[in-house]
């Protein structure tokens, strides 16, 4: 299976920071990488899919980049809805889809 | 509006059986291959198992193959997770997701929505 790592595993920021995630695959998937937000209590949602392009209704202060095996996500300028936890996904072997271990966000 | 809706989690001891539903609307069922995908308490995310649209292709995390099953009901817009022999390991929250495409086995595709998750606690 593809192993997927996210660093780091946990930050802490301001409102207004740029915050930016990192996402490494254990082998190239070229950009079929997704990134997801999950708020406590709640279900994941998407936020960028095909590594780079926004989902409908997202922010534009969320932005996904990489392809192969190196990803990001940037939050431009933090928001105080923003503090949650983020989880990045491979599809290129799927159905094994794998994801990452999640970055935690929380106020510094 | 497109709405998946979990139920059927709940206490089973180890070695039991549970068996959950997810209901969908706002969409044609039957074009899109689903998923489930749990997590632990505290823990990460964990792919369980897909079943393709027309509900002729199944496949299953290595953790729970040969004990959960996947089905489908399309006249329904009903998703199934038949989970049996079960172990505390299984414990999570259990979410169903829809793919974006109809073959859960083609490369591509994500997770768009999610539902808002059924919790399975295994214990004596």
């Known amino acids: ?108 | 509006e497109v709405q998946l809706v979990e139920s059927g989690g709940g206490l089973v001891q180890p070695g039991g059986s549970l068996r959950l539903s997810c209901a969908a609307s706002g969409f044609t069922f039957s074009s899109y291959a689903m998923s489930w995908v749990r997590q632990a308490p505290g823990k990460g995310l964990e792919w369980v198992s897909a079943i393709s649209g027309s509900g002729g292709s199944t496949y299953y995390a290595d953790s729970v193959k040969g004990r959960f099953t996947i089905s489908r009901d399309n006249s329904k817009n009903t998703l199934y997770l038949q989970m049996n022999s079960l172990r505390a390991e299984d414990t999570a929250v259990y979410y169903c997701a829809k793919n974006t495409i109809a073959a859960a086995g083609t490369r591509g595709g994500w997770f768009d929505p999610w539902g808002q998750g059924t919790l399975v606690t295994v214990s004596s």
Do not use: H
């Open chain 1, 1 to 108: 299976d593809i192993q997927m790592t996210q660093s780091p595993s946990s930050l802490s920021a301001s409102v207004g920071d740029r915050v930016t995630i990192t996402c490494r695959a254990s082998q190239s998937i070229s950009s079929y990488l997704n990134w997801y937000q999950q708020k406590p209590g709640k279900a994941p949602k998407l936020l960028i899919y095909a590594a780079s392009s926004l989902q409908s209704g997202v922010p534009s202060r969320f932005s996904g980049s990489g392809s192969g095996t190196d990803f990001t996500l940037t939050i431009s300028s933090l928001q105080p809805e923003d503090f949650a936890t983020y989880y990045c996904q491979q599809s290129y072997s799927t159905p094994r889809i794998t994801f990452g271990p999640g970055t935690k966000v929380d106020i510094k």
